[in-house]
């Protein structure tokens, strides 16, 4: 967060000195963050549970992993899809096909580009 604080007034820089002294207060009340991890850790096993147990796992523990920028801190959970069938087949190529989740495959996009539609390349059910 960049403040320029040559285009702020005398009393706008005295709120904004009052509101870093009160950040800096608490932020130095905070015990240290691997401290409270232990403890958690600690606590968590005492009681038979881990923590991927209690928060869930990721690329790193819940507990552990630094959010992500931009999410204020907020975890969030990819919702997971189950499997699908193929819905299109390229004519040229029958092993390429695309469920018709996601991005379409280059091989439609250029398709359609040529002026053909997506459901000329649906696949029959038999």
Do not use: C, H
């Not at 005398?10 to 904004?16: G, S």
């Not at 932020?27 to 869930?56: C, D, N, W």
Request: no cysteine; proline share 6%; charged share 35%.
């Amino acid at each position: 967060m960049a403040i320029d604080i040559n285009s702020l007034s005398a009393r706008e820089l005295e709120t904004l000195i009052s509101k870093a002294k009160k950040r800096k207060t608490t932020l130095a009340k905070r015990k240290p963050v691997a401290q409270v991890r232990r403890k958690l850790t600690q606590q968590a096993k005492a009681e038979g549970y881990s923590i991927e147990e209690l928060f869930g796992t990721g690329t790193g523990t819940a507990a552990t992993a630094a959010p992500a920028r931009g999410t204020r801190g907020v975890a969030k959970k990819a919702r997971k899809l189950g499997k699908v069938p193929p819905k299109y087949r390229n004519p040229a190529n029958p092993e390429e096909t695309w469920t018709g989740r996601g991005r379409q495959p280059r091989w439609l996009a250029a398709l359609t580009a040529e002026g053909r539609k997506v459901e000329d390349f649906l696949i029959e059910k038999e």
